[in-house]
Structures are given as structure tokens and as C-alpha cells.
């Protein structure tokens, strides 16, 4: 794996103290986008945020190829040992990449969750998901006007959500406090969404697994979370009613409760 811009070290931010969690972002944002959802967890836990390599303090750090696996592959140095990584959206397919590097090279994941993530975004044979053209008219789009392709997929994102309107507003006040991304990992990243299937290598995670979802998502269907079940039958699966695909930001608190209780559950079992 070749890092086309830099070898300095990536940037990590760390806050609150108890077992580790780790967070990672979607597509087109950075850490910024849980600026408001750390707070409900460093009482009870130490939480870590990395960038996406070729996103906020990270943009420097494009990889090549660009794709999950050598996303997980530069990203895995920085985990704490033991934590429980929480990926949602694209950060959910790294997120998951790196819970099948687990036990590989060092890296001992203690859980897995992936918000509003998938094993496969894009919609194909008997598989809901996003369309195809959709994807298509981002990556168009991307050519002429970032921050307006990244408005129109956050409106995507919170619609159906009673707080849409809040929900879009929150996110994109805390991300652009952070550096613009890389152009060519935005759209890279476009393309992971498109290509990246995992739906084979699932059932091989051995971590304990929490996929969270919102019932009203229009980018990861709750059509599509009985075959996600299928394939791996070992995750716990919890779909919120009333959230779309940022239920973190939406309902922080049901958030924040789910996750404490599904991590505290995994370090009870390493305790014990």
C-alpha cells in the first residue's frame, strides 16, 4: 500500500475515560459529524476518532489503491488494543474490513458496531440498497461543486427524519470546522460505495457484532437487514423506528443507550 501524499502519522482525537471505542465517519465529512454524540459516552468511556485517510485532518493521506481494505489496513495501527470500533456508513464498510483483520497483525478488536452501514450499499439482484444512477449523479456532480454534492447527499440522508432539517444543520456546522477533503478520495470513496461488497466475508467476523439502523434510512433499506441477518446470523440487530441514517444525531440518547449497553455486555464478557 502506497500513501500518495505523506508518511507523517494520521491524527487521532481521544476524549473520556473507560474501555476504548473508536469511531469512524461516512462519506464527504470527517470526526466533525459526532461532535455532538462523544459527549453522551466519555463518562464511560475513552473515545477515539480518526479521519478517514483523504478526509478532515487526514486529508493528506490518500492511499493507493483507495479502497476499504487499504483504508483498514492504515487505519488498524491506531486502534487501542481491545476497543470497539463504531463505523457508520462508509466508515461502517472500514469498520468492517478491520473486524475481519482482527487478531492479524496485531490488531485485537473487542467489538464491532456499524451504524446505518452494510455489507453492500449499492441495490443489485434481490439486494435493496442505493441506486445505481444515484451514485452516478454524485460522481458527476462531484467534478464541479463539493460542498453542493455534499448538501444533497445529507438531505438524502436525513430525509424522512422529523428533525431532518436540525439533523442537516448539526453535521454540517461540526464538519466544517475540519479541512476539506481530498479530492480524489472523495471521489474514490463515491466509488467504494459502488463497488465494495462484503456480503461473503461477513459470517467471518468472530468479534461480537451490534448493527444499528433507522427504519426510515433511504440509503441502507430495513428491506435489506433480514439478508444482512443471513449472512451473519451471529450480530445483534437493532432498528430505530422514528431515525433515518444518522441516528446518532437524530436520537442521541436511544443512541448512546444501545451502544453503552451492548459495550458494557462485551466487556463484562472479557471481565468474566
Not at 129 to 158: C, H, P, V
Amino acid at each position: 500500500m502506497k500513501d500518495l501524499h505523506t508518511n507523517t502519522p494520521l491524527v487521532t482525537r481521544t476524549q473520556g475515560t473507560g474501555n476504548d471505542l473508536v469511531f469512524l465517519h461516512g462519506w464527504g465529512m470527517n470526526s466533525g459529524a459526532f461532535t455532538s454524540f462523544i459527549p453522551y459516552l466519555t463518562n464511560s468511556f475513552r473515545v477515539t476518532t480518526i479521519d478517514l485517510p483523504g478526509f478532515g485532518e487526514n486529508a493528506q493521506h490518500v492511499p493507493s489503491p483507495y479502497n476499504a481494505e487499504s483504508l483498514a489496513q492504515m487505519i488498524a495501527p491506531y486502534i487501542p488494543p481491545e476497543s470497539i470500533v463504531v463505523g457508520w456508513s462508509l466508515g461502517g464498510l472500514v469498520a468492517q474490513r478491520l473486524a475481519l483483520l482482527s487478531g492479524n497483525k496485531g490488531l485485537a478488536l473487542k467489538g464491532l458496531v456499524t451504524i446505518a452501514s452494510t455489507p453492500r450499499f449499492i441495490a443489485g439482484h434481490c439486494w435493496p440498497g442505493i441506486a445505481g444512477d444515484l451514485l452516478a449523479m454524485f460522481e458527476s456532480q462531484l467534478e464541479s461543486n463539493y460542498n453542493r454534492t455534499l448538501e444533497r447527499f445529507l438531505a438524502i440522508q436525513a430525509m424522512g427524519s422529523d428533525t431532518a432539517r436540525q439533523d442537516i444543520k448539526a453535521i454540517r456546522g461540526h464538519i466544517s470546522e475540519y479541512p476539506e477533503p481530498d479530492q480524489h478520495a472523495l471521489k474514490q470513496g463515491l466509488r467504494i460505495l459502488s463497488t465494495e461488497d462484503l456480503r461473503q466475508d461477513i459470517g467471518r467476523i468472530t468479534v461480537p457484532t451490534l448493527r444499528l439502523y433507522g427504519r426510515l434510512d433511504s440509503l441502507v433499506p430495513t428491506s435489506g437487514i433480514d439478508r444482512i441477518c443471513e449472512l451473519h446470523p451471529q450480530a445483534d440487530t437493532v432498528v430505530l423506528p422514528h431515525a433515518a441514517h444518522a441516528p446518532f444525531i437524530s436520537h442521541p440518547q436511544q443512541s448512546a443507550d444501545i451502544l453503552f449497553s451492548f459495550a458494557s455486555s462485551v466487556y463484562q464478557q472479557k471481565a468474566s
